[in-house]
């Protein structure tokens, strides 16, 4: 990460924009390779919910008062997060049980 040794240089060149630099051996050519990873654009972002794989586990919210959906969740294998106080699930059962708007952003 920048800061760190070896990449005060780099930082220096960079700057603010110096994202990552990561060291590369190729052991053919017996050569050790510095590359940088720079940032060039910066721009607002949101999650879109067509991009989650079925199988990534999300979180969503049900009030204890929900009984019959709490069951709902649990039978389609959602686990209880005692912690953060939320359901984890795959989103595949999410979207089958049209619960998207249940579900908290990280």
Do not use: H
Not at 34 to 48: A, D, L, M, Q, Y
Request: charged content about 40%; hydrophobic content about 30%.
């Amino acid at each position: 990460m920048p800061g760190q040794p070896g990449t005060k240089k780099l930082l220096e060149k960079y700057g603010e924009t110096l994202f990552c630099v990561r060291y590369r051996y190729d052991m053919n050519r017996g050569k050790k390779l510095k590359t940088v990873e720079i940032i060039v654009e910066e721009s607002p972002w949101e999650v879109n919910s067509k991009n989650i794989p079925g199988n990534k586990l999300v979180k969503i919210r049900v009030d204890y008062n929900e009984v019959y959906l709490r069951r709902l969740v649990k039978s389609a294998g959602g686990r209880w997060d005692k912690e953060e106080k939320v359901w984890e699930l795959p989103y595949r059962e999410v979207k089958d049980l049209g619960l998207e708007k249940r579900m908290v952003k990280v």
